[in-house]
């Protein structure tokens, strides 16, 4: 049965079976369940844990959704790069460098932690406030650089259409367009939404790791199916392939990265390649010292209004 279908798809369509032969393979899908995170928000963790510690250089992924006066109050990060994109609603951003903003729906935020940063993450608008975290790991010449942040409104993020498909490239490249990010560790971000009926073929760097992750709808990559909130981790190859055959709109994120291939050592929001620097770490944040200092005397203003 295997073989006749095979048959079938490369004598209608040799060059379809050509580009599904060729893309990377699905070598493992989980699905990512709510699990409760920060103070009393909700997020579905698809990288980063028990299942899936590590994806170099991807440490976490969440899926994140939040209604006052639950959030992320004032917290430390230190050796890697959180990207905060928004799906629904807004969430206001605060650090002790004095850095604030409101991320809202479709805006993104690119924070290289480097050396360390304390800010908080909380709803800035009525009802559910959703969005999706990654967490970058940075190779250790990178860990203790300046913090640095890039940020972009919705309608600055470049986009693309065709043949049913459209892309919001976040990083990286798609259908033609590029985005203005700046990667550290080098990394693709895209936001893909197919109409029914519709597939796209997305190369990726053959060296890097790659995922996806299905937000809405129904679809097959490389003859794999999957619905929403699965995570599908990808093998060897030159791109991915994704058809929607279903009735309804598909959305899914395609990430792929640069392998570090170093250790990691975490605890908690501190990534570094030993233990002693974990260590090291862990003393800094106590001790407001070294990239720290300013954490003496800061408190967010949304902590202050939600009681934290």
């Known amino acids: 049965?295997?073989?006749?279908?095979?048959?079938?798809?490369?004598?209608?369509?040799?060059?379809?079976?050509?580009?599904?032969?060729?893309?990377?393979?699905?070598?493992?899908?989980?699905?990512?369940?709510?699990?409760?995170?920060?103070?009393?928000?909700?997020?579905?963790?698809?990288?980063g844990r028990f299942e899936l510690k590590y994806f170099d250089p991807f440490l976490v992924l969440d899926e994140f959704s939040v209604s006052a006066p639950a959030g992320f109050p004032d917290h430390p990060h230190r050796g890697f790069e959180?990207?905060?994109?928004?799906?629904?609603?807004?969430?206001?951003?605060?650090?002790?460098?004095?850095?604030?903003?409101?991320?809202?729906?479709?805006?993104?935020?690119?924070?290289?932690?480097?050396?360390?940063?304390?800010?908080?993450?909380?709803?800035?608008?009525?009802?559910?406030?959703?969005?999706?975290?990654?967490?970058?790991?940075?190779?250790?010449?990178?860990?203790?650089?300046?913090?640095r942040y890039q940020e972009m409104k919705s309608r600055e993020i470049a986009e693309a259409s065709r043949d049913g498909v459209q892309v919001r490239v976040i990083a990286g490249e798609a259908l033609g367009v590029k985005s203005e990010i700046y990667t550290t560790t080098p990394t693709m971000f895209l936001d893909f939404t197919l109409k029914p009926g519709a597939h796209i073929r997305q190369p990726i760097p053959t060296s890097w790791n790659a995922f996806v992750y299905v937000l809405e709808g129904e679809a097959t990559f490389s003859n794999s199916p999957v619905s929403a909130h699965h995570l599908l981790l990808l093998g060897e190859g030159h791109a991915v392939y994704a058809s929607n055959h279903s009735s309804k709109p598909l959305r899914f994120i395609l990430v792929g990265g640069q392998p570090l291939g170093e250790p990691v050592h975490q605890y908690g929001?501190?990534?570094?390649?030993?233990?002693?620097?974990?260590?090291?770490?862990?003393?800094?944040?106590?001790?407001?010292?070294?990239?720290?200092?300013?954490?003496?005397?800061?408190?967010?203003?949304?902590?202050?209004?939600?009681?934290?």
């Not at 279908?5 to 060729?22: A, D, G, V």
């Not at 991320?103 to 969005?131: C, F, N």
């Open 1 to 47: 049965m295997h073989e006749f279908f095979i048959f079938k798809i490369s004598y209608r369509n040799p060059q379809k079976y050509i580009e599904i032969n060729m893309s990377r393979p699905v070598v493992r899908k989980f699905l990512a369940r709510p699990q409760h995170e920060g103070v009393g928000a909700t997020v579905r963790r698809s990288i």
């Open 82 to 147: 959180t990207v905060t994109y928004m799906l629904q609603g807004a969430v206001r951003h605060e650090d002790f460098e004095g850095h604030k903003g409101t991320i809202e729906a479709g805006d993104l935020q690119w924070m290289t932690a480097g050396r360390g940063i304390v800010h908080s993450e909380m709803p800035a608008a009525e009802g559910t406030q959703k969005g999706l975290q990654l967490w970058i790991n940075l190779s250790s010449k990178h860990k203790m650089i300046e913090p």
């Open 269 to 308: 929001p501190f990534v570094m390649n030993t233990q002693q620097q974990i260590d090291q770490t862990i003393e800094d944040y106590e001790n407001c010292t070294n990239g720290f200092e300013k954490a003496r005397h800061w408190k967010s203003q949304s902590t202050q209004v939600f009681g934290y």
